[in-house]
């Protein structure tokens, strides 16, 4: 009983902590919830935002006006370039968005399944986009 409590009451101080936020005309980013296979649109993890780099969270705060956030790629296990030769900063690529008060946007990875092999070893195969933008 107790635990169910507990749930309870951590379900409602995030339910404040978020009506707080969107009272504030914050605005978030975030990645796409999940995989949009057919469009080959894929998950991304933010890494820094103008330069700082993040926790793993949901979802980011941001203030309004541009800001560039560093992405990587969250591809399958077995469809990661694991390729000699590969750079490491190849995966992390940035985005630039001119954030306009109590929007969210949702990044994703478009990739392109045709790149040649050229392509997965300077990362050139992906490139972050808003896949979505949303008004509090």
Same mark, same amino acid.
């Given at each position: 009983m107790r635990k169910w409590i507990s749930y309870v009451i951590a379900g409602l101080v995030t339910v404040f902590l978020y009506a707080v936020v969107y009272a504030d005309g914050q605005s978030l980013v975030m990645s796409i919830p999940h995989a949009i296979s057919n469009d080959h649109i894929y998950k991304v993890t933010i890494d820094e935002i103008? &330069?700082?780099?993040q926790e793993t969270?949901?979802?980011y705060p941001l203030s309004t006006g541009e800001q560039?956030?560093?992405v990587?790629?969250?591809l399958n296990i077995e469809w990661t370039p694991k390729l000699e &030769?590969?750079?490491?900063?190849?995966q992390q690529k940035e985005i630039v968005l001119n954030v306009d008060a109590g929007t969210n946007y949702r990044i994703g990875a478009q990739l392109d399944i045709d790149a040649p092999i050229e392509s997965q070893l300077d990362g050139s195969y992906w490139e972050p986009i808003v896949y979505s933008e949303t008004g509090n």
């Amino acid at each position: 009983m107790r635990k169910w409590i507990s749930y309870v009451i951590a379900g409602l101080v995030t339910v404040f902590l978020y009506a707080v936020v969107y009272a504030d005309g914050q605005s978030l980013v975030m990645s796409i919830p999940h995989a949009i296979s057919n469009d080959h649109i894929y998950k991304v993890t933010i890494d820094e935002i103008d &330069g700082v780099p993040q926790e793993t969270a949901l979802n980011y705060p941001l203030s309004t006006g541009e800001q560039a956030i560093k992405v990587s790629i969250m591809l399958n296990i077995e469809w990661t370039p694991k390729l000699e &030769g590969a750079s490491a900063t190849a995966q992390q690529k940035e985005i630039v968005l001119n954030v306009d008060a109590g929007t969210n946007y949702r990044i994703g990875a478009q990739l392109d399944i045709d790149a040649p092999i050229e392509s997965q070893l300077d990362g050139s195969y992906w490139e972050p986009i808003v896949y979505s933008e949303t008004g509090n």
